[in-house]
């Protein structure tokens, strides 16, 4: 059995859903006898304090949002490339698997010389930001994305070739037990006197567009006051969309949760999943709620395009507050409907493409190929 040791570096191990990918990656792979370093900016998540072996690297501040200009970030790039080129010559590694164009490009100057391997997964990003995502990726060995759609991106506007390309699902771990009692009682305390309860489970940031989820709100309680909107996540943004909910007057509609240690908990005791995102690739939370056995209604970025369908909800135009407030409307407040895609979307949680251990057998394939080119 081949034994490796991969360097998993990422921008920065903030609260999200690349962090919990990359963990959820290590736990496998050291699971099944290989040696796995993170490296990159720490955070809530993964740090020295967590891994006695981090490697600290300023990747966070190479970063378009790391709050520094073009000539602050270079020197960045320079003082990363450095101290990582440091610690490769001390530590044998068998490849670097970059998440990110941050710590992709940091990677790429410490390598040079040593022969080590190097791929980076595209994990999505504003449209205008794809090409220059493909300049750094196509320097990489490999490119990894969890869906065709985010592929086909990367190969058109990008120009990362097709034989560099390789798509890898997301593995989601199995929802855990909540009892029927918890689940009841924290329905009756978020839905209060309304009748049907939407969910989004999302960072505070640009993002995710919880601006036009409120926008979406506002329209819909016009003709519908019975709906109840909650958000959980927090993030940079919170105050200003709190502060934006009410000035629109949805405040009584729409209620911001914070940082939620359980979501399934809380996907369980809603109706419905709303997403409003302005870009993913492909998104936890949607695979989540289909584990909650609940319909979902998403934005059409990327791979939302290849988990949702007509059969588990609906896929409305990104931006679209109409599109959106009518899908809503649509499925919220139609019970029967409700639960039939919510049983389909229960079923669909099962596929192999989201169970952990297929999807990171396939990494392991991959960095095995990978590391025997070297």
Same mark, same amino acid.
């Given at each position: 059995?081949?034994?490796?040791?991969?360097?998993? =570096?990422?921008?920065?191990?903030?609260? @999200?859903? *690349?962090?919990?990918?990359?963990?959820?990656?290590?736990?496998?792979?050291?699971?099944?006898?290989?040696?796995?370093?993170?490296?990159?900016?720490?955070?809530?998540?993964?740090?020295?304090?967590?891994?006695?072996?981090? =490697?600290?690297?300023?990747?966070?501040?190479?970063?378009?949002?790391?709050?520094?200009?073009?000539?602050? !970030? %270079?020197?960045?790039?320079?003082?990363?490339?450095? &101290?990582?080129?440091?610690? %490769?010559?001390? +530590?044998?590694?068998?490849?670097?698997?970059?998440?990110? /164009?941050?710590?992709?490009?940091?990677? +790429?100057?410490?390598?040079?010389?040593? @022969?080590?391997?190097?791929?980076?997964?595209?994990?999505?990003?504003?449209?205008?930001?794809?090409?220059?995502?493909?300049?750094?990726? &196509?320097?990489?060995?490999?490119?990894?994305?969890?869906?065709?759609? /985010? $592929?086909?991106?990367?190969?058109?506007?990008?120009?990362?070739?097709?034989?560099?390309?390789?798509?890898?699902?997301?593995?989601?771990?199995?929802?855990?037990?909540?009892?029927?009692?918890?689940?009841? /009682? %924290?329905?009756?305390?978020?839905?209060?006197?309304?009748?049907?309860?939407?969910?989004?489970?999302?960072?505070?940031?640009?993002?995710?567009?919880?601006?036009?989820?409120?926008?979406?709100? &506002?329209?819909? *309680?016009? +003709?519908?006051?019975?709906? !109840?909107?909650?958000?959980?996540?927090?993030?940079?943004?919170?105050?200003?969309?709190?502060? =934006? &909910?009410?000035?629109?007057?949805?405040?009584?509609? %729409?209620?911001?949760?914070?940082?939620? +240690?359980?979501?399934?908990?809380?996907?369980?005791?809603?109706?419905?999943?709303?997403?409003?995102? !302005?870009?993913?690739?492909?998104?936890?939370?949607?695979?989540?709620?289909?584990?909650?056995? *609940?319909?979902?209604? $998403?934005?059409?970025?990327?791979?939302?395009?290849?988990?949702?369908?007509?059969?588990?909800?609906?896929?409305?135009? #990104?931006?679209?507050?109409?599109?959106?407030?009518?899908?809503?409307?649509? #499925?919220?407040?139609?019970?029967?409907?409700?639960?039939?895609?919510?049983?389909?979307?229960?079923?669909? /949680?099962?596929?192999? !493409?989201?169970?952990?251990?297929?999807?990171?057998?396939?990494?392991?394939?991959?960095? #095995?190929?990978?590391?025997?080119?070297?």
């Amino acid at each position: 059995m081949v034994r490796l040791h991969i360097l998993e =570096l990422q921008t920065q191990f903030g609260v @999200g859903g *690349i962090t919990r990918h990359v963990l959820c990656l290590r736990d496998w792979m050291r699971g099944h006898g290989h040696r796995v370093t993170l490296g990159g900016t720490p955070a809530a998540w993964a740090g020295p304090e967590t891994e006695p072996d981090f =490697l600290d690297l300023p990747t966070k501040f190479v970063s378009a949002d790391g709050g520094g200009g073009l000539p602050m !970030r %270079l020197l960045q790039v320079v003082r990363g490339a450095r &101290a990582l080129r440091r610690w %490769l010559k001390a +530590n044998r590694v068998d490849l670097i698997h970059a998440h990110e /164009s941050a710590p992709a490009l940091v990677a +790429n100057l410490a390598r040079i010389g040593t @022969g080590i391997p190097l791929a980076v997964t595209y994990h999505g990003s504003e449209p205008e930001r794809i090409a220059s995502f493909g300049g750094i990726a &196509a320097k990489t060995d490999l490119v990894i994305t969890p869906s065709h759609a /985010s $592929a086909s991106d990367l190969a058109r506007i990008g120009g990362v070739p097709d034989d560099k390309l390789k798509v890898i699902g997301l593995g989601v771990a199995p929802a855990p037990y909540d009892s029927a009692e918890e689940i009841a /009682s %924290l329905r009756k305390e978020l839905l209060g006197d309304g009748e049907v309860l939407i969910i989004t489970v999302a960072r505070l940031v640009h993002q995710k567009g919880v601006d036009i989820l409120i926008d979406v709100v &506002a329209r819909l *309680i016009k +003709n519908h006051p019975g709906l !109840r909107f909650v958000v959980a996540g927090d993030g940079p943004d919170e105050e200003r969309l709190k502060a =934006l &909910a009410r000035a629109r007057g949805v405040d009584a509609h %729409l209620r911001f949760l914070g940082r939620v +240690n359980r979501p399934h908990l809380y996907l369980r005791a809603s109706d419905l999943f709303l997403l409003t995102s !302005r870009w993913e690739a492909l998104p936890f939370t949607i695979v989540e709620a289909f584990q909650a056995g *609940i319909p979902s209604i $998403a934005a059409a970025c990327s791979g939302v395009v290849e988990l949702i369908d007509d059969e588990v909800g609906a896929v409305v135009p #990104i931006g679209d507050v109409e599109a959106t407030a009518d899908a809503v409307a649509r #499925i919220a407040m139609d019970e029967m409907l409700r639960k039939n895609m919510g049983k389909a979307a229960l079923t669909k /949680s099962r596929l192999d !493409r989201f169970d952990p251990d297929w999807v990171h057998r396939q990494f392991e394939e991959t960095y #095995i190929r990978l590391a025997g080119r070297a």
